[in-house]
């Protein structure tokens, strides 16, 4: 009961935080944190008694970026929990590298245009269609770009600063 309660207690502050996201009433508070901190967290996040069954994480290079920690972990944590499950091998893999994120599985192909995700409530796949949406909303208040493609078997979503925001990565 305890494990269920604290992930109700998680869903439910997720639930707030995309309400102020989608209401354009949430002020970012933008931090230096380290990317693989993020990643951790948004790992946590995913509540698996296992995590190291279902995500791999491979980290070239670290780096610092300045972001409102607890959001950036929520739009990580939900590409990763899309991509465990829509995977056929129920596995994402994440690489740190060049100042980007990369996120993939091997699963089908999206089966609209990526801007298409980032409408709420579009009806490509089973659930409320909201995974992409909340995902874009975040990443746009961090003026993070989100790029998609589909790979030998697999989709790739990468996250990388725009050139206007550079300046505030430093790597380690």
Known sequence: FHMIFQR???LIDEFAKIEQVASKSFKAVLKPY???DIIDASVDMLMLD???KHVNTVISKDYIIRADFGLLSLAIKNLLD????????????????DEKIEISNYGEKLKGDL???FEP???FKSGLGLGLYIV???VDIHKIKMDYQHKDGKNVFVLYQSEVTKS???TT
Request: hydrophobic share 30%.
């Open 136 to 138: 874009k909303s975040i």
């Open 82 to 97: 899309n991509g465990i499950k829509y995977s056929r091998t129920r596995q994402v893999r994440i690489v740190i590298k």
């Open 121 to 123: 409530f579009h009806a």
């Open 34 to 36: 380290k990317i693989h």
């Open 8 to 10: 109700l207690n998680l």
């Open 115 to 117: 801007e298409e995700y």
């Open 168 to 170: 505030t990565i430093r």
């Open 50 to 52: 296992d995590p190291s």
